[in-house]
Nanobody, 122 residues
């Protein structure tokens, strides 16, 4: 399976912005739908956003729509999540994941990264 490594998390204040990256190993990155999930402490993992293989189609959870932007650079095997106007409720470990079908369910993901912590203070 494809190996995924997230980076870019950190501690920011409410209203600030942050960009997460997810680098995939191998040459099959462009074959996958790529997704972002997040999991806050004591909460279930939830879907955040996905992007089609070519990057032409994007879908966001209502909680982040209008604030977050998902993108990908297939030449660099990298997925991004630009997070703007961050809120304390965005605090979570953020995971990238690869799938072959569009879904908001974690069970449909083929591979997961290890996660990167995002903390938003008020």
């Amino acid at each position: 399976q494809v190996q995924l490594v997230e980076s870019g998390g950190g501690l920011v204040q409410a209203g600030d912005s942050l960009r997460l990256s997810c680098v995939a190993s191998g040459r099959t990155f462009s074959s996958y739908i790529m997704n972002w999930f997040r999991q806050g402490p004591g909460k279930a993992r939830e879907f955040v956003a996905r992007i089609s293989q070519s990057g032409s189609t994007k879908y966001y959870a209502d909680s982040v729509k209008g604030r977050f932007i998902i993108s990908r650079d297939n030449a660099e095997n990298t997925l991004y999540l630009q997070m703007n106007t961050l809120k304390p409720e965005d605090t979570a470990v953020y995971y990238c994941a690869a799938s072959t079908l569009p879904s908001v369910l974690g069970s449909y993901m083929h591979s997961w990264g290890q996660g990167t912590q995002v903390t938003v203070s008020s």
